[in-house]
């Protein structure tokens, strides 16, 4: 008797049990009880049950391996890797800051970068923002406006581990792109996206965020990317941020006052 088999489309339970029980006459004509309640249509479903579930998988690993099918957000962001492309970390809303002096001095005030303020909104919650560049009120002026994005301003800190291509997973959560500054025993070093053209010396490292939103630093291997020197302080800033799709105030505003705290 040749062997055959199934259509390769019938791989849900109803499917596997309706084609299995039309080849039993193909296979012996000892089997004419196909009452559910038979010792060998009990195996049989249950067969087709487990096959049903081995399907599933099967079916939603391979759809995790394409871009246009894939659900699953780390999946995404590993094969987009593959691709040399980087899913885009939150973005901090953005405004202007209009500092303001109810009159003009004998000399000038500098405002610092980063310098915080804080808006009140009429719930009575307050959003933080920082200067993004420093700004002087020159001594014949009364104001200045100068560029910030929302956020909070967090620092961590680290000891280096004896470790080639160490991670450091940072507590912070919604941690704004491109706010990520380390410095490795008082030395600041470069972000880069890459360490594919990062020589054995150089001082760099870069970021990545995970499906569950946890952003990590990473440094290099000693072929890419300097090794951080062991027991070394490693101190990692970053602007934690609600992203410009969460903010309750518009990602780009008028220049609004406030005061620096």
């Known amino acids: 008797m040749g062997r055959t088999s ?6 849900d339970y109803e499917s596997l049990r309706r084609e299995l029980v039309a080849r039993i006459p193909q296979l012996t004509d000892r089997w004419t009880d196909f009452n559910p309640t038979d010792p060998g249509m009990v195996l049989l479903e249950l067969f087709c049950g487990v096959a049903d579930m081995l399907f599933y998988y099967l079916d939603a690993q391979t759809a995790e391996a394409f871009l246009p099918t894939a ?5 995404l962001i590993n094969l987009c890797k593959l691709i040399g492309y980087r899913l885009d970390a939150p973005v901090a809303a953005t405004t202007e800051l209009r500092f303001s002096l109810p009159a003009a001095l004998d000399g000038d005030i500098t405002i610092p970068v980063h310098t915080i303020c804080r808006a009140r909104l009429s719930d009575g ?10 700004a002087t009120i020159s001594h014949d002026s009364v104001t200045a406006t100068v560029p910030a994005r929302q956020g909070k301003r967090k620092s961590e800190t680290f000891t280096a ?5 160490q991670q450091i997973r940072l507590a912070g959560k919604s941690i704004a792109q491109g706010s990520v500054a380390v410095t490795v025993a008082g030395e600041p070093w470069t972000e880069v996206p890459h ?3 990062s020589a054995a010396d150089a001082r760099h490292y870069r970021t990545e965020t995970d499906d569950q939103g946890v952003t990590a630093v990473l440094f290099g291997d ?11 302080t490693v101190v990692v800033e970053y602007l934690e941020t609600l992203g410009a799709a969460n903010s309750p105030l518009p990602c780009t505003s008028t220049a609004r006052s406030c005061k620096s705290m």
């Open 161 to 165: 581990r004896d470790v080639r291509s």
């Open 71 to 75: 659900r699953q957000r780390q999946n």
């Open 6 to 11: 199934l259509p390769y489309t019938a791989k």
């Open 222 to 232: 000693g072929v890419n990317g300097v090794v951080p020197t062991t027991g070394a």
């Open 125 to 134: 919650t307050t959003i933080d923002f920082e200067t993004t560049q420093s």
């Open 195 to 197: 360490f594919v053209e």
